[in-house]
């Protein structure tokens, strides 16, 4: 199976403006997405953006970007758009904001599906957890906190897959007998927003109504959920820090200038 990363990436946030051209390291944070996904095992590698800015960014740094659509409402609509024309069957959606993301993650997503799709049980999609660092009780990055997408599983099933039974920005599940205090963020999965689909699921999902949870809760994800579809999902160690305010990309920064 031929596999292809394809990288979202719009000019405007809400919270930071032009993120994907900051590059207050050397590099584009665009390009240190890239960089680090291109060490994943896969065919091609791209950036599908709205932005003749980005795309010209990209290609500076000799990579291939495509240009979609201004009006896409999510990062897995806009990558259906640039893979209509692509050879691959199973296109991983890699954030644009996700520049630490560990490659060898991208390989165990991509292994997931293809075992997901070859026990044939409508799954649409495949997506990685992680449990929350045991030492965050509240506030940010902890489970209390919105920005933390959490992510409900079913148990493992015959084939030892695990599915999404919701996903959702609120405490969840609820501890109850602690008065919605947090005892144990490790019980808690944080959602890691990477995906993978196949050719077919990913045009089925963009071609599909927003569904009312999605609008809600603002999780793309939950279109399929509602829609009865199926996504797989394994549970990996950590999750790398993904850049959503300028607080995250200073330091990130800092991060950077460590390792150099």
């Known amino acids: 199976m031929k596999t292809a990363i394809i990288i979202p990436a719009r000019f405007q946030s809400t919270r930071l ?9 050397g590099k584009y944070l665009i390009q240190h997405c890239l960089e680090n996904a291109s060490r994943a095992n896969v065919d091609e590698i ?9 795309m010209e960014a990209v290609q500076s740094f000799g990579a291939k970007a495509v240009l979609t659509a201004k009006d896409h409402e999510s990062g897995s609509a806009r990558i259906a758009e640039a893979a209509r024309g692509l050879d691959a069957d199973i296109i991983i959606n890699v954030q644009g904001d996700e520049p630490e993301i560990d490659p060898s993650m991208i390989d165990r997503l991509i292994d997931l599906h293809r075992k997901a799709m070859t026990e044939e049980k409508d799954i649409w999609a495949s997506t990685l957890v992680s449990p929350f660092p045991e030492n965050i009780m509240e506030g940010h990055g902890s489970p209390a906190d919105p920005s ?8 493992p099933d015959e084939a030892n897959i695990r599915q999404a039974l919701y996903f959702t920005r609120a405490l969840a599940p609820y501890p109850r007998d602690d008065g919605g205090a947090i005892r144990r963020p490790q019980d808690y999965f944080l959602h890691i927003g990477i995906y993978a689909f196949s050719r077919d699921s990913l045009q089925r999902f963009a071609k599909a109504p927003l569904g009312r949870l999605e609008q809600i809760e603002k999780l793309e994800q939950l279109r399929i ?9 394994e549970i990996v160690d950590s999750a790398a820090p993904g850049i959503d305010t300028p607080q995250d990309y200073e330091r990130f920064v800092e991060r950077v200038g460590r390792r150099a």
């Open 17 to 25: 403006p032009g993120k994907p051209l900051l590059k207050e390291t």
């Open 46 to 54: 791209l950036v599908a953006t709205d932005d003749e800015r980005i």
């Open 148 to 155: 933390c997408v959490k992510a409900i599983l079913s148990a």
């Open 225 to 233: 959920l509602e829609l009865g579809g199926r996504i797989a999902v």
